[in-house]
């Protein structure tokens, strides 16, 4: 059974704390998404990467920061969480090509206090 | 580049009909078709890459328009379960760049007893 994993359901973090949120794909799969979903707004892009190192900006990079060291896990970082980045954090993967699936971790739910 | 999802909300009694629209300003090269229940992650439901093209499973099918530029979800004889969010999930031809989705901000599906 493919599976993308997130380290956390819930998180609740501190103003100004240094946030990890982790994904891992057992599916060996080239890209992984790291995408911000608030009532409303939809799934809006934060960062991809295309292979391990390698990443690029999404539609709303500000405030984030990603690694991708091995080609199954993809982290993404708040370097100084504030309350506005309170949301659900979701993680994809999928292998490159229009016909192929994005497969989605469960969610984590991040509140910035 | 967005796709625009319509409409934004329905609601339904269990046995009716709905249509869901996922249309773009310009040609794709594919549509994907996604279901989230609330507090779940989003899941697959199918991809249309072919102009003309319908398919289906179950009471679910979906359609992409000859210009490929427009794709219709049709949920049958709607079931308590169907109730969620459907996201479309975008592939615009960009020759190099065949890694991200862009997603529709959602139509929110409600089926009542």
């Known amino acids: 059974d493919v599976k993308v994993t997130q380290s956390s359901r819930y998180l609740v973090k501190r103003t100004g704390e240094k946030v990890f949120l982790e994904c891992v794909q057992d599916m060996d799969h080239e890209n992984m998404f790291w995408y911000r979903q608030d009532p409303g707004l939809g799934l809006r892009l934060i960062y991809f990467s295309y292979d391990v190192k390698m990443k690029e900006k999404g539609d709303i990079p500000e405030g984030y920061s990603v690694s991708r060291e091995k080609k199954e896990r993809f982290s993404l970082i708040l370097e100084s969480a504030s309350t506005n980045q309170t949301s659900m954090y979701l993680c994809?993967?999928?292998?490159?090509?229009?016909?192929?699936?994005?497969?989605f971790g469960q969610g984590t739910r991040l509140t910035v206090v | 580049q967005q796709p625009v999802q319509s409409p934004q909300a329905v609601i339904l009694r269990e046995g009716e009909d709905a249509v869901i629209n996922c249309s773009s300003s310009k040609a794709l090269y594919s549509v994907h078709w996604y279901r989230q229940k609330h507090g779940e992650a989003p899941v697959f439901l199918m991809i249309l890459l072919k102009g003309g093209e319908q398919k289906g499973h179950d009471k679910i099918s979906a359609s992409f328009n000859e210009k490929k530029q427009q794709s219709s979800l049709y949920l049958t004889a709607s079931q308590l379960s169907y109730s969620g969010t459907y996201f479309c999930?975008?592939?615009?031809?960009?020759?190099?760049?065949?890694?991200?989705?862009?997603w529709g901000l959602g139509t929110s599906l409600a089926v009542n007893p």
């Open positions: 999930g975008t592939q615009p031809y960009n020759a190099g760049n065949n890694r991200k989705l862009i």
């Open positions: 994809a993967s999928r292998d490159p090509g229009g016909g192929t699936e994005a497969f």
